[in-house]
């Protein structure tokens, strides 16, 4: 469907008795990492410090990079990854993944870092009663790249998504690769076919093969199914998601094993085809302790394009061969599968199908629980912020104004993060003003045309004139004048 070439930017609803309020962080394209308040006021900008994404830490300070690879060279790299205290100052960095050479330039240190990144202390990197991210010491996992040659896979350079444990002084002490687990993945033989002949293969770098592309990795931290029991949900085993290959998998920390997965497929079991298809998916996360819902999986389910299998008309290869045009935010029992609460197209109010696509961002985006039950959404593509209630009623909404350049000439917000405002020492409580939700039907921009008519009548019938039959309308009794005529075709 077709969308406004104008439309209001900033915060557009505020209702401070039903949101949960504090800061929200957000990478305002093309500027750097911004801080606003409920309000939409500009607390604090870290200009030119990029993020993949931009988190918020205890005492005012954030994560972010100094700078990307070219990306003639490099899908997506970050140079390193930084953290930063509230006055730009950096206080710890990560670059020495690997030494490049890139041709043209003089050779360097790169973190190779994307999509995400969590430092001890907290298991999913957005605030959670009790489980504070360390700012002074403590260990930090990335999710990085590397390129390498898997002939099981395909006879393609592959981009690899790859985990490390780095410690406070920057040392590697754990790591995990994704494409030594192809074959636990549970990809049929129609999909590895697809695979061998394209692994998703992107001009970056010369041509290399996005095989899974992982976009999310988080802890599972403490949680009632391991305490009930089910080693699966070991506190310290990692969960990922694969956006274009449909997994969502936890993997073992101790033993690098992956002990629970969805997809690649959802019509396998009669509790998947109740799910649906989960497709190009972001930000999987157990909801962390101490937060209404804490254990189930939440996740940002995008919709768009994604998956590997049997070619049909709109997928002639094979490669990505799921398609659906709205997205959904699921919250999910992992052991049961059955969806405890969503928030889709339908539950947002749009006519199914006609106009499902107005809760669309078919790339990036993410899902935070509140405190208070509430889920801070990310529909990113748009760079829509906003907060809805179990019932499903918007209590906030931000649209960025900041828009990129280039290809890249969106207001896009990859992920955003709502934080506490006793995160924010430097700066008092900020007083919160309700911004009800503009009446569409009456809005209008500033020197259009007033709202009201000049005359009301009610019509009456039409009268056709001669032989060229032109009609005009009639209303008490009288010709309305200024109208265009109608004329027929006979």
């Known amino acids: 469907m077709g969308h406004p070439t104008v439309y209001p930017t900033g915060v557009t609803i505020c209702d401070p008795e039903r949101s949960w309020s504090g800061y929200t962080i957000f990478q305002a394209a093309g500027v750097g990492a911004l801080l606003i308040d409920m309000n939409g006021r500009e607390v604090q900008l870290w200009k030119g410090l990029q993020g993949f994404p931009n988190k918020l830490l205890p005492g005012g300070h954030v994560f972010g990079s100094t700078g990307e690879r070219n990306p003639a060279h490099g899908l997506q790299d970050q140079v390193d990854l930084v953290q930063v205290d509230w006055e730009g100052k950096i206080v710890w960095r990560f670059d020495r993944l690997e030494r490049i050479e890139d041709p043209g330039e003089a050779p360097r240190w790169l973190a190779r870092q994307h999509h995400d990144f969590q430092r001890q202390g907290n298991p999913v990197g957005y605030y959670a009663p009790g489980q504070e991210p360390l700012v002074d010491r403590g260990s930090t996992l990335l999710l990085v790249h590397e ?206 199908p006609l106009d499902a696509s ?77 911004i009800r939700k503009l009446d569409r039907k009456t809005f209008r921009v500033p020197g259009a045309a007033p709202l009201g008519r000049d005359r009301e009548v009610v019509v009456e019938g039409v009268q056709a004139r001669g032989e060229d039959a032109a009609f005009c309308v009639i209303a008490d009794g009288e010709e309305v004048k200024g109208l265009p005529r109608a004329r027929s075709n006979g």
């Not at 996740?299 to 997205?327: E, I, K």
């Not at 529909?379 to 809805?388: A, D, L, Q, Y």
Request: hydrophobic share 35%; net charge negative.
């Open 147 to 352: 390129n390498v040659r898997n002939p099981k896979i395909s006879d393609e350079l592959l981009l690899d998504d790859k985990i490390v444990e780095v410690t406070w002084d920057g040392k590697i002490v754990w790591e995990w690769r994704a494409h030594e687990h192809f074959d636990e993945l549970g990809f049929d033989e129609t999909a590895r076919e697809v695979l061998r002949r394209d692994p998703n293969v992107r001009p970056a770098g010369g041509g290399v093969g996005d095989w899974l592309h992982i976009n999310s990795l988080s802890v599972l931290g403490p949680n009632r199914w391991h305490d009930a029991g089910d080693s699966r949900f070991h506190p310290d085993n990692l969960i990922w998601s694969s956006r274009e290959a449909n997994i969502l998998a936890i993997v073992s920390r101790r033993t690098g094993a992956i002990v629970w997965q969805l997809g690649p497929r959802y019509d396998t079991s009669d509790a998947l085809t109740q799910l649906g298809w989960i497709i190009g998916q972001h930000h999987a996360h157990l909801i962390p302790q101490g937060l209404p819902g804490a254990g189930n999986l939440l996740v940002f389910d995008n919709g768009g394009w994604a998956g590997y299998g049997a070619n049909h008309p709109a997928s002639p290869t094979g490669r990505r061969n799921v398609l659906r045009d709205y997205s959904r935010v699921l919250e999910i029992d992992p052991t049961t599968l059955a969806i405890v609460w969503q928030y889709t197209p339908k539950d947002a109010g749009f006519v199914q």
């Open 358 to 434: 107005r809760f669309y961002s078919p790339f990036i985006s993410s899902a935070q629980r509140l405190p208070n039950g509430n889920t801070l959404i990310t529909e990113g593509s748009n760079g829509r912020i906003f907060e809805v209630t179990r019932e499903h009623d918007i209590v906030w909404e931000y649209l960025s104004p900041y828009w990129g350049t280039g290809q890249h000439n969106l207001n896009m917000v990859y992920r955003a993060y709502r934080a506490p405002y006793e995160w924010i020492p430097q700066r008092e409580k900020p007083v919160q003003v309700p």
